[in-house]
């Protein structure tokens, strides 16, 4: 079973935010919340990581729920580059657990 | 700073046979790990590197095997190629902590048919 769920995919209007949400409800204390996305004909590049904090980056914020079963990727301003799929991933001492991602569309 | 490069790009096998897959990581990386990416399953983890040792490996068979030289640099090899070993194979270099950010390649597209 997957260890993340995400909606197959989204759709948002240029220069609003956009909110992604991802179900981690397995997630055990020490593995760590990543984001990545990933452009056509290109391979995944990292968005932003956290463990129990929110966290906020040049590309993007990540806000983690106090239980830590679910986290929000939140971009404040959608541009037509953020049009990509977005992975949520769980980092265990062993490997990074990729979901079936979130197709982002961005309408002009 | 130069990133991850993978050869060859593309690449058209036929069942049975064996492809060799390399990937050069960013300079200063020690951790090399592959990734197979089909559209049904997804972004499915294959192996890590570190320091030429495998560190972790996913659940994928035996015919599904790699290596990494003392400069970082990795290869990944699959034997007695099947019809469903055809997908994009990424491969990422980091600096091996669990809390670090993975560098991606372009990925390699391998055809099997």
């Known amino acids: 079973d997957a260890k993340t769920t995400q909606p197959n995919s989204m759709e948002s209007n240029e220069e609003e935010p956009v909110h992604l949400p991802c179900n981690h409800s397995?997630?055990?204390?020490?593995?760590?919340i990543h984001w990545y996305r990933q452009l056509p004909s290109q391979g995944p590049e990292y968005v932003i990581h956290?463990?129990?904090s929110n966290v906020n980056n040049r590309m993007a914020s990540l806000a983690i729920a106090e239980d830590r079963k679910s986290s929000t990727l939140i971009l404040h301003r959608a541009t037509l580059r953020d049009a990509a799929v977005y992975y949520c991933?769980?980092?265990?001492?062993?490997?990074?657990?990729f979901g079936t991602g979130t197709s982002l569309t961005v309408i002009p | 700073k130069a990133g991850v490069t993978q050869t060859p790009r593309y690449l058209i096998k036929t069942r049975g046979q064996q492809v060799t897959l390399s990937c050069s990581p960013i300079?200063?990386?020690?951790?090399v790990s592959w990734y197979q990416q089909t559209p049904g399953q997804g972004l499915q983890f294959l192996f890590e590197?570190?320091?030429?040792?495998?560190?972790n490996k996913g659940n994928f068979p035996g015919r599904f095997s790699g290596r990494q030289f003392s400069n970082s640099r990795s290869e990944m090899n699959v034997s007695t190629l099947e019809l469903g070993d055809s997908a994009l194979y990424l491969c990422?270099?980091?600096?091996?902590?669990?809390?670090?950010?993975?560098?991606f390649g372009e990925g390699s597209r391998l055809t099997v048919l």
């Open positions: 990422a270099s980091s600096m091996g902590q669990r809390d670090g950010e993975l560098f």
């Open positions: 397995t997630i055990s204390g020490t593995d760590y």
């Open positions: 956290g463990l129990t």
């Open positions: 991933i769980l980092r265990d001492v062993y490997q990074f657990y």
């Open positions: 300079s200063g990386h020690r951790s």
């Open positions: 590197y570190f320091s030429e040792t495998q560190r």
